[in-house]
Every structure is written in structure tokens, then in C-alpha cells.
């Protein structure tokens, strides 16, 4: 069974829907048999490489959001974020470009550490106060999973991997993905947001159970026990 997430670096409530996901996983019989692919997205591809302003600066001004409005949106957030287990610091959030991020998940993927780069990635930015589109920031990330340098560079000074993030881009609005973060399952099953455990849970459960049909072999031809009672 394949899972895949579109999701953005710069997106609070994907870090969120990151843990809920995972844990509904960590309890699904089947894990061992569910693959598990992260898909960009970008909420705001315009933004600059760098934004001279703070994550409340950034929301009010370039979105048109009161400031009242958006802190008391940081406070909402953080609260659920705590929930997961997760420490948000939205004041120290830095604003930058997400997409040579991006870039450097699907590097990673191509090293089989593609979770781990995301999971730092969200960690880092939310949490740390991380520069997500610094060179230095991504280059230290990289090399620690264990990528050589040299491949980081290319992200860089070549366009490597652009074309794969702009094609999850794009194959995400051809499925009418218009927020993140969004869960599909073997491209039958969608979920949007950082929905609750259970939700999760029963989505994998179902999709398992459309995927693997119970077949029943010489089924009439057993002595069974019913409501009734057992035969004699």
C-alpha cells in the first residue's frame, strides 16, 4: 500500500498531521507493507528567497491578516502542536523560499532517507528558528544523513530535482490538492488536513481491506458455530 503526503516545509499544521499520521501507522497491523512518499508543495511560491520580516510580519502584511488575527492563529496552533508532543516557537520562525528544500527531500529520497530529511526540515524551521533556504543550514543537514557534499552543492549550481518538485506541483492540482497537508492512499483514498488519530486509522484500515479482499475457499463445505448456536 502507497501513501502519499503533499506537504510543505513552511506548513505548521503538516508538521502536526506528520505526528498523527505516524502514529496511526505505528498501531496499523500492515505497517511493514505501507510505503510511504512525501510530495512537495508550496503555500506561497512567490515568497522570496529570504523575507525581511517575522512569521507575524510575513502573515499580515503579505496576506492581509490583523495581527491580533494571526497571533491568536500561533496561539491556536502551538497549543495543538504541544499535543503532538511538539514545541512550536513562532517568533523565531524564519521566512524563506521553501523550494530548494524541496529539492534536497527528493536528494534524500534518492538516499533512502527522505522521512528524516522532512522530519528535520519541520523540525528545524518551527522549533529551532532554522533557515530552510540557507545554503549553510541545508548543506549541515545533508551531510549529517549522510549525503555527500558534493551532491548538496549541485542544488546550488544546477536546477537538480526542480523539475520533480514542480512535477509534484502540478500533479497535486491534478488531483485537486488545494491545501496541505494531504494524504492519498494507492491514489483511491484522500484525507485532507492534520486529521485526528482515528481518522487516520480507519482510512489505512479501509484501504487495506479494499486492497486485500477477504476470499473465502469451500466456505459452506465446514461445520461452523452461529448465532444459533453450534451444529451437533
Given amino acids: 500500500m502507497k501513501i502519499e503526503i503533499w506537504s510543505d516545509v513552511a506548513c505548521p499544521w503538516c508538521y502536526i498531521g506528520k505526528r498523527r499520521f505516524e502514529a496511526a501507522l505505528a498501531a496499523f497491523p500492515h505497517r511493514d507493507a505501507v510505503e ?28 492581509g491578516m490583523p495581527p491580533q488575527q494571526v497571533s491568536q492563529m500561533f496561539d491556536h496552533v502551538a497549543r495543538e502542536a504541544r499535543g503532538e508532543g511538539l514545541d512550536y ?33 519541520l523540525s528545524d524551521h518551527f522549533e529551532h528558528g532554522k533557515d530552510i533556504g540557507s545554503r549553510e543550514y541545508l548543506t549541515s543537514l545533508a551531510v549529517g544523513l549522510g549525503i555527500r557534499r558534493a551532491e548538496v552543492d549541485e542544488l546550488f549550481t544546477t536546477d537538480k530535482y526542480a523539475d520533480d518538485v514542480r512535477f509534484d506541483f502540478e500533479e497535486g492540482r491534478s488531483l485537486g490538492i488545494s491545501g496541505v497537508p494531504f494524504f492519498v492512499i494507492d491514489r483511491k483514498f484522500g ?42
Fill in 36 to 63: 510511504v512518499a512525501w510530495r512537495s508543495y508550496q503555500l506561497d511560491p512567490t515568497l522570496p528567497e529570504h523575507y525581511d520580516g517575522t512569521e507575524l510580519d510575513y502573515l499580515s502584511t503579505r496576506k
Fill in 191 to 232: 484525507l485532507s488536513g492534520a486529521q485526528p488519530v482515528e481518522t487516520f486509522s480507519a482510512a489505512l484500515d479501509q484501504a487495506w481491506q479494499e486492497a486485500n479482499p477477504l476470499v473465502l475457499v469451500n466456505s459452506a463445505d465446514g461445520a461452523a458455530c452461529g448465532p444459533d448456536g453450534c451444529p451437533a
Fill in 89 to 121: 516557537r513562532f517568533d523565531s520562525v524564519v521566512v524563506a523560499n521553501s523550494f530548494t528544500a524541496h529539492r534536497l527531500i527528493h536528494l534524500a529520497a534518492a538516499h533512502g532517507t527522505q522521512d528524516a530529511a522532512k522530519e528535520r526540515l
